[in-house]
């Protein structure tokens, strides 16, 4: 049973650019959330997508923006890419109506040039 | 955004060793969650507690929900090479799908 996937493992950009990360939830799962790990620090909530709508949000500008397809995999877009949005991006799934907390993925590495 | 503090941010101690290591938030959380973070992967989780004064364990690894619901306690017991890692506590103000909102961090190390 595949746990969470997320690609790529690793991703080079220049300030300015545009990325969009993937992942793709573990069997099972319905809910998406995305996280931002800087170096050093804890993972920072970003958003979450259930039924292919943003129902969280953290304390992140509209530069950041997602998407969930029909078959629950979720995609994370950052516009105008700062040097500090350098980090490892997480993706965590669960499902909307069980309490069984997140499953994280191993994250997308991002290095902004 | 908010980030809860760990202590201490880092441990080095001998394998067989005994470790404690805490979490402190200025608001109230109705659950805490305890993850470990390898090199390349993401957090998994080790423990969650859902009530204030909640005691658990899972193994060698003990973890306590502070009766004022602003800390959380870990505590690991005869350690082994393979506790090597960042361990992170998690607040959520109720479990399921809240977001989680995570410490700083408490980086384990075991000397040879």
């Known amino acids: 049973d595949a746990g969470v996937t997320q690609s790529p493992t690793h991703l080079i950009k220049t300030r300015g650019q545009q990325v969009t990360l993937r992942c793709s939830p573990k069997?099972?799962?319905?809910?998406v959330s995305w996280y931002q790990q800087a170096l050093g620090q804890g993972p920072q909530f970003i958003f979450q997508y259930y039924e292919e709508e943003e129902r969280q949000r953290g304390n992140f500008p509209d530069r950041f923006s997602g998407h969930q397809f029909p078959n629950y995999s979720s995609e994370l877009n950052v516009n105008a890419l700062l040097l500090g949005d350098s980090a490892l991006y997480l993706c965590?799934?669960?499902?909307?109506?069980?309490?069984?907390?997140?499953?994280f993925g191993s994250g997308t590495r991002l290095t902004v040039v | 955004g908010q980030q809860l503090n760990q202590s201490p941010q880092s441990m080095f101690i001998q394998e067989g060793e005994d470790v404690s290591m805490n979490c402190t938030s200025s608001s109230i959380f109705n659950t805490w969650l305890w993850y470990k973070q390898d090199p390349g992967e993401g957090p998994v989780l080790l423990i969650a507690?859902?009530?204030?004064?909640e005691l658990t364990s899972n193994g060698r690894l003990t973890a306590q929900f502070g009766i004022t619901r602003k800390d959380s306690f870990l505590n690991i017991s005869a350690s082994i090479p393979s506790d090597v890692g960042i361990y992170f506590c998690a607040g959520q103000l109720s479990f399921g799908n809240e977001k989680l909102t995570f410490g700083t961090g408490t980086r384990l190390t075991i000397i040879p």
């Open positions: 507690l859902y009530k204030a004064g």
């Open positions: 965590a799934s669960s499902s909307f109506q069980g309490h069984h907390g997140y499953t």
């Open positions: 069997s099972g799962h319905d809910t």
